[in-house]
């Protein structure tokens, strides 16, 4: 028997691989070797074995968090994982079924359709967005099933013939390795038991398109990167008359080049004049939603180490808007390039003033260095 492939080897992804990149790696997959696209090929119908295998393990968080750990053997072996389209209702309902007739049969019969998988998708605002809200309007891919031969795949005035390899069953009987037979999905089938023999001309025997529909959201105030929001049946389609998947949108606020956010709180810089910054006083600003606000700056400021707290300008808080942070207003002296001829007139008055009340240092080490190497203080060695 040949050794299997590592799943992660067979969707050709990465063993740290995200949710998403584990789904778009089947899905291109799945439609490369789908047996409806390839009849009569079985290699593809044994790769897309392989593919719906791998997916169905490491799409189940537990499941790969076994494989991870143990390889083939941790998903492997009957009740204590299950393959792919293998539960442990089918595996007690068929070996009752041995005994009592078709209990496994009449348990698969009654799951019905198959839902839809979700969508999942990133939605970039910027920080205004986040701190007041938004409606977003954005198109999104995804499958459903084909209007013209109603997800059957099959040409109008056609049906789909019988699985030769399942005879319809939509399954295959296979044994765990302790001598119970249990039922797989049927690889030459996909589970349906029915093949497409004369396609439909519009999605090709897929039963399935493509589809780019708008979707709009209403985002509200107070979002932060990480944030999930979940819209019902805005995902991909189920079999015909399953229900339809989620969407599932992630935020991600980018960064704002004057304003950075702390929390609830948002921090900013402010700059003061020389004057502004010895004397003090109101100077007005603007905030991150356009208001106007006036910083009282203290008498005696420094560069980057005054701060000046604004209570109520900061993000508002995700469960009451009303609730907000508080903005930090960190002030910055600037140093003048180009002065007026009074401005420097009343400069030099100041440095002046400055030279005059300025204590005088005391005579040091490199005073008496100084001396040294001028020649004066020889007296002093006598």
């Known amino acids: 028997m040949a050794e299997k492939r590592c799943y992660y080897e067979v969707l050709g992804i990465a063993r740290t691989a995200t949710e998403i990149e584990i ?19 079985d290699e593809a119908k044994v790769k897309y074995a392989e593919v719906d295998e791998a997916y169905a393990v490491l799409n189940d968080a537990a ?7 143990h390889g083939h053997a941790g998903v492997e072996g009957g009740a204590a994982s299950g393959g792919p389209g293998v539960d442990l209702g089918d595996l007690l309902g068929d070996f009752l079924g041995n005994f009592f007739g078709g209990g496994g049969r009449a348990r698969q019969q009654q799951r019905g359709p198959r839902r839809g998988e979700n969508i999942q998708a990133v939605l970039d605002l910027d920080l205004l967005e986040a701190a007041t809200g938004t409606s977003k309007t954005f198109t999104i891919p995804s499958e459903q ?7 059957t795949g099959a040409k109008t005035g056609t049906q789909p013939a019988q699985c030769r390899r399942c005879r319809g069953q939509g399954y295959e009987v296979a044994d765990t390795g302790f001598g119970i037979p249990t039922r797989v999905r049927c ?6 038991g029915a093949v497409i023999t004369d396609p439909c001309p519009a999605c090709r025997g897929a039963a399935r398109v493509e589809v780019r529909e708008p979707v709009t959201v209403n985002i509200p105030a107070g979002v932060d990167t990480g944030i999930r929001f979940t819209y019902p049946a805005g995902g991909h389609a189920g079999d ?28 900013c810089q402010c700059t003061i004049t020389f004057a502004r910054a010895a004397l003090g006083g109101p100077v007005e600003m603007t905030t991150l939603t356009g208001q106007k606000v006036t910083v009282d700056v203290p008498r005696g400021a420094q560069t980057h180490t005054t701060v000046v707290r604004v209570p109520g300008h900061g993000m508002p808080a995700l469960d009451d ?3 907000k942070g508080d903005l930090l207003v960190q002030l910055v002296v600037e ?14 008055k100041l440095a002046e003033l400055e030279v005059a009340t300025a204590p005088v240092p005391r005579r040091g080490i490199f005073g008496k260095l100084k001396d040294l190497v001028t020649g004066d203080g020889k007296d002093d060695k006598k």
Not at 145 to 151: D, F, L, R, V, Y
Not at 335 to 345: C, G, H, I, V, Y
């Open 321 to 323: 808007a009303k609730r």
């Open 63 to 69: 499941k790969k968090a076994r494989y991870d750990r």
């Open 145 to 151: 099933n084909c209007n013209s031969c109603a997800g």
């Open 23 to 41: 789904t778009k790696a089947y899905r291109a997959l799945a439609k490369q070797y789908h047996p409806d696209r390839n009849i009569g090929d």
């Open 187 to 192: 690889r030459g089938c996909n589970g349906r």
């Open 335 to 348: 140093t003048p390039s180009k002065l007026s001829a009074e401005q420097e007139a009343l400069f030099r």
């Open 240 to 267: 015909p008359g399953g229900a339809r998947g989620d969407l599932e949108l992630v935020i991600r606020v980018r960064e704002h080049k004057d304003f950075e956010r702390d929390g609830h709180n948002l921090i």
